[in-house]
Every structure is written in structure tokens, then in C-alpha cells.
Nanobody, 122 residues
Framework: VQLQASGGGLQQAGDSLRLSCTASGVITSFTVMGWYRQAPGKQRELVAARTSLGSTKYADSVKGRFTISRDHAKNAVYLQMNALKPDDTGVYFC?????????????????WGQGTLVTVSS
């Protein structure tokens, strides 16, 4: 399984950006797909995730600004980022969970894509 992320770039505060991630390989459906980010000098953190049933979770810092969506036919996940802030700067990683327990795939197998850099200038 490979997760291919794209869409990062240099933006100004207030701009919008859309990240895309497409999964390829033998797994055609993931329990959860989401996005994490790692800012310079900080730990990787969850930004947003969406289950195959449509439930979502967001980091408090992005609620109301970011929207996660999935295209199950394409085995893809997207992150629409609006009203970007300098604090949104970081490397964004696509994540997918296969199987596991419950809607959120607890203890499922994790897959990671390569990161895509998002830089927001003030």
C-alpha cells in the first residue's frame, strides 16, 4: 500500500489550500483516513480524520476552518484548509487505518504517506 500526498505549498495567512492523498495497492477500503501534521520542533499531531461511515474528528485549532472529505471510489482523502494561519505551517502526513476495532479502527494497521510541506507566511 502506498499513500501519495500532494497539494502543499507556500501560502499567505488567510489563503486556502487543498491537500489530496490517494491510496494505491491491495487494500481498497480503509476504516479511517486522515491527516496529521508536524510543525518544526513539535510532535506530530492529528489534524483531521474521517471514518468510512462518515464520522469526523478535528484538532481544536482547525475546527471551522478545515474540512476533511473522502472519495471511496478513488480511495482518497482530502483536506480543504481555509483561513490559513502561520501556526498551520508544518509537514502534513496522510494516514490510513486498515481494519481494527469499531468505527475508528482501534489497533488497526497504520499506513503513512510521505509528507507534504505547507508553509503559511504572515
Amino acid at each position: 500500500v502506498q499513500l501519495q500526498a500532494s497539494g502543499g505549498g507556500l501560502q499567505q495567512a488567510g489563503d486556502s489550500l487543498r491537500l489530496s492523498c490517494t491510496a494505491s495497492g491491495v487494500i481498497t477500503s480503509f476504516t479511517v483516513m486522515g491527516w496529521y501534521r508536524q510543525a518544526p520542533g513539535k510532535q506530530r499531531e492529528l489534524v483531521a480524520a474521517r471514518t468510512s461511515l462518515g464520522s469526523t474528528k478535528y484538532a481544536d485549532s482547525v475546527k471551522g476552518r478545515f474540512t476533511i472529505s473522502r472519495d471511496h471510489a478513488k480511495n482518497a482523502v482530502y483536506l480543504q484548509m481555509n483561513a490559513l494561519k502561520p501556526d498551520d505551517t508544518g509537514v502534513y502526513f496522510c494516514n490510513a487505518v486498515h481494519n481494527g476495532l469499531g468505527e475508528w479502527g482501534e489497533d488497526g494497521y497504520l499506513y503513512w504517506g510521505q509528507g507534504t510541506l505547507v508553509t503559511v507566511s504572515s
